[in-house]
T-cell receptor, first 109, second 118 residues
């Protein structure tokens, strides 16, 4: 079992809808969690990070962390075609990040 | 530039050749990380420096892989006697600190080096 698990997708949502991306992790030592967006052929771009239980909002993005359930999610409101990309969830363990395999999101006009 | 800079962007080598990949982190960032990303997968951790000290090299796949950061700034990842399975994108990231036993600082990635071994 991978330490960080994501559904590979693809997840398809219509433009304007809410996209919900989910991630579970196995290492209870993980203290911090990160969401990266990666366009095809490009490098990962940091979208959100969260350290504490609960919700953290930044513009159209909301990250949610539940340490008891070992669950992290990313909500994207008012999804746009430009949001179409692979979204990577990562947990911080010691000095390094452990990534899931990524979820491919497709926002249809 | 203000971001993480990696060179070359693309590298093609014949099996058995040695390659060297360079990373120039964001100015002032203490920690530097190397990751390997295979097609369709998330990045996999290779190694991590805090200043010039290599604190974790647990992800290096074999003793053919070697990384250094002698002056605590620019880092080089060297792969000796390359094999076809080494073909991947090699990503470098940097952060203010590594975080250690507490929460990790966000890491910022360079554009990567796409390595193809023929």
């Amino acid at each position: 079992q991978k330490e960080v698990e994501q559904n590979s997708g693809p997840l398809s949502v219509p433009e304007g809808a809410i996209a919900s991306l989910n991630c579970t992790y196995s290492d209870r030592g993980s203290q911090s969690f990160f969401w990266y967006r990666q366009y095809s052929g490009k490098s990962p771009e940091l979208i959100m990070f969260i350290y504490s239980n609960g919700d953290k909002e930044d513009g159209r993005f909301t990250a949610q962390l539940n340490k008891a359930s070992q669950y992290v999610s990313l909500l994207i409101r008012d999804s746009q075609p430009s949001d179409s990309a692979t979204y990577l969830c990562a947990g911080g363990v010691g000095g390094k990040l452990i990534f899931g395999q990524g979820t491919e999101l497709s926002v249809k006009p | 530039g203000a971001g993480v800079s990696q060179s070359p962007r693309y590298k093609v080598a014949k099996r058995g050749q040695d390659v060297a990949l360079r990373c120039d982190p964001i100015s002032g960032h203490v920690s530097l990380f190397w990751y390997q990303q295979a097609l369709g997968q998330g990045p996999e951790f290779l190694t991590y420096f805090q200043n010039e000290a290599q604190l974790d090299k647990s992800g290096l796949p074999s003793d053919r892989f070697f990384a250094e950061r002698p002056e605590g700034s620019v880092s080089t990842l060297k792969i000796q006697r390359t094999q076809q399975e080494d073909s991947a994108v090699y990503l470098c990231a940097s952060s203010w600190t590594g975080g250690g036993g507490g929460g990790n600082q966000p890491q910022h990635f360079g554009d990567g080096t796409r390595l193809s071994i023929l």
